[in-house]
């Protein structure tokens, strides 16, 4: 339970509150699981949901590390 609440405050809350965006990427993540997951179960694999998800999870990822450089950069 522990392991839980430190992945939760590290990942949803910035300085002790917690980060709308975050949350609302958690829910965004949640509802499309579920909608890939439902396509799943009724029409088999489907490449367009899989690369759909593989396009999200990199563009999440390089948009992330971006933010991160500019935020860097910033600082300086």
């Known amino acids: ?10 990942t949803l809350k910035r ?3 917690w ?9 965004a993540w949640i509802i499309v699981c579920f909608i890939g997951l439902t396509d799943f179960f ?3 694999f489907n490449s367009e949901v899989f690369f759909g998800f593989l396009g999200a999870a990199l563009g999440s ?3 992330d590390s971006f933010s991160k450089k500019l935020h860097n950069e910033n600082k300086h």
């Open 42 to 44: 009724f029409h088999g």
């Open 19 to 27: 980060s709308r965006t975050s949350l609302t990427m958690l829910s």
């Open 1 to 10: 339970m522990q392991t839980i609440k430190a992945i939760v405050n590290d």
């Open 61 to 63: 990822k390089i948009s």
């Open 15 to 17: 300085g002790g509150k």
